[in-house]
């Protein structure tokens, strides 16, 4: 167990909707982010949060859109959903920026 | 562009031999170099990290690495290999910007 958790860990929906992934990181931990996989495009790094601030993007969708809280969680929304988007998003966490991250379960998406 | 290689998709070993898992990797300063391992349906498990100091780094689950400057690498050993050592196993480096670059995963497959 990283300490990382993410809720909720399945999730399906249909194409058009929005939904919600949540990421509560480990304790201490001020930098949050978040990667999909998937089978075409393996682990891709989408966005990271530090402390509340977004710190650096990927190759994240417009159609895409994260925050921290002030209690660190992080949550990533996804709209408009298409089937391309069906991916396991993982959350992850680190002290700082520039440490070791640890990865939560992640959330599988599938959009039918 | 930088980027994380690891040729071989799928390996297959015996139970008890040794193991050698090869990541390469096009960054152009000293990297930060890690190998994170996934049991299938799970999340991503950090196994050992190099920053900078002695090239060999000793992991969890008996698991070792070695980076090699002049060679771009960052092979990925064990001497003796167990059943439920069956997973996918990631390279990763990480950029400035703290986004972690992924290889495309190298399947382990161990036979009794």
């Known amino acids: 167990d990283s300490g990382v958790t993410q809720t909720p860990k399945h999730l399906i929906t249909a194409t058009g909707q929005r939904v919600t992934l949540r990421c509560s990181p480990r304790s201490g931990d001020l930098s949050v982010y978040w990667y999909q996989q998937s089978l075409d495009q393996g682990l891709q790094f989408l966005i990271q949060?530090?402390?509340?601030?977004?710190?650096a993007k990927g190759n994240i969708l417009e159609r895409f859109s994260a925050q921290q809280f002030p209690d660190l969680h992080s949550e990533l929304n996804l709209s408009s959903l298409e089937l391309g988007d069906s991916a396991l998003y993982f959350c992850?966490?680190?002290?700082?920026?520039?440490?070791?991250?640890?990865f939560g379960p992640g959330t599988r998406l599938t959009v039918l | 562009a930088q980027s994380v290689t690891q040729p071989d998709i799928h390996i297959t070993v015996s139970e008890g031999a040794s193991l050698e898992l090869r990541c390469n990797y096009s960054?152009?300063?000293?990297?930060?170099l890690f190998w994170y391992v996934q049991s299938p349906g799970q999340g991503l498990q950090l196994l050992l990290k190099?920053?900078?100091?002695?090239?060999l780094v000793q992991g969890i689950k008996g698991f070792e690495a070695e980076f090699k400057r002049s060679q771009s690498s960052f092979n990925l050993r064990k001497p003796s290999v167990h059943w439920s050592d069956a997973a996918e196993y990631f390279c990763a480096v990480l950029l400035m910007g703290n986004k972690l670059v992924f290889g495309a995963g190298t399947i382990l497959r161990v036979k009794s």
């Open positions: 949060y530090y402390n509340g601030e977004e710190r």
């Open positions: 960054y152009g300063a000293t990297p930060y």
């Open positions: 190099y920053f900078s100091g002695d090239t």
């Open positions: 992850a966490s680190s002290v700082a920026g520039h440490n070791e991250q640890f």
